[in-house]
């Protein structure tokens, strides 16, 4: 194992967007076994932290592998086409509107059940977007255009947020 590989190479996937998150979690757990710093605790100090470099480089790996709109982002980094969230915000018009409809429709439903069958359509148009996104990844290998489409899936998540804590207030 390098410090300078890459997640993928890391954790031994291929390096794609469309991951078994049981494989994902199984490589983490044995990679964590490998490095951790109680291993090494007869080596002294320098081997712990080591192992501790280790430890938090395999944990910051899993943590963008495991969660698709991460390891997209990673994938679309690694492929030249960082998502720059920060100063891209261009998103299309119809994809803003959307955004505008499903905020009215947040902050003018009266009830939990409203509020569920927004969240259902949220998480159906996360579903096909995540779909979209992983064809355009790893069948078209288009990373400029996964990145724009990743910026699009943050602001969704950030709205699934708000429905989730609009819930909490109702009392669910």
């Given at each position: 194992?390098k410090?300078?590989?890459?997640d993928?190479?890391?954790?031994g ?11 994902i979690?199984?490589?983490w757990?044995?990679?964590q ?14 081997a ?10 395999v944990n ?6 495991r ?5 997209a982002a990673?994938?679309?980094e ?7 969230a920060?100063?891209?915000t ?5 994809f803003?509107?959307q955004?505008?409809?499903?905020r ?5 439903a009266q ?7 927004l969240a ?6 996360r579903?096909?977007a995540l779909?979209?996104?992983?064809y355009?990844?790893?069948e078209?290998?288009d990373?400029a ?8 899936l943050?602001?969704?998540?950030r709205?699934d947020d ?11």
């Amino acid at each position: 194992m390098k410090l300078d590989s890459d997640d993928f190479e890391l954790f031994g996937l291929p390096r794609r967007f469309v991951q078994d998150r049981s494989e994902i979690d199984a490589r983490w757990r044995m990679l964590q076994g490998e490095v951790h710093p109680d291993r090494f605790a007869a080596g002294g100090a320098a081997a712990q932290r080591s192992a501790m470099q280790w430890a938090v480089r395999v944990n910051e790996a899993y943590q963008r592998l495991r969660d698709p709109l991460k390891r997209a982002a990673y994938l679309c980094e690694l492929a030249g086409a960082p998502i720059d969230a920060e100063n891209n915000t261009a998103m299309p018009g119809d994809f803003l509107m959307q955004q505008m409809a499903w905020r009215e429709a947040l902050d003018d439903a009266q009830g939990i059940e409203e509020v569920r069958l927004l969240a259902d359509e949220v998480s159906a148009f996360r579903r096909d977007a995540l779909e979209r996104l992983q064809y355009t990844l790893d069948e078209q290998r288009d990373p400029a255009e996964a990145a724009r489409q990743v910026r699009a899936l943050m602001f969704v998540e950030r709205f699934d947020d708000d429905i989730d804590r609009r819930l909490e207030s109702l009392g669910e």
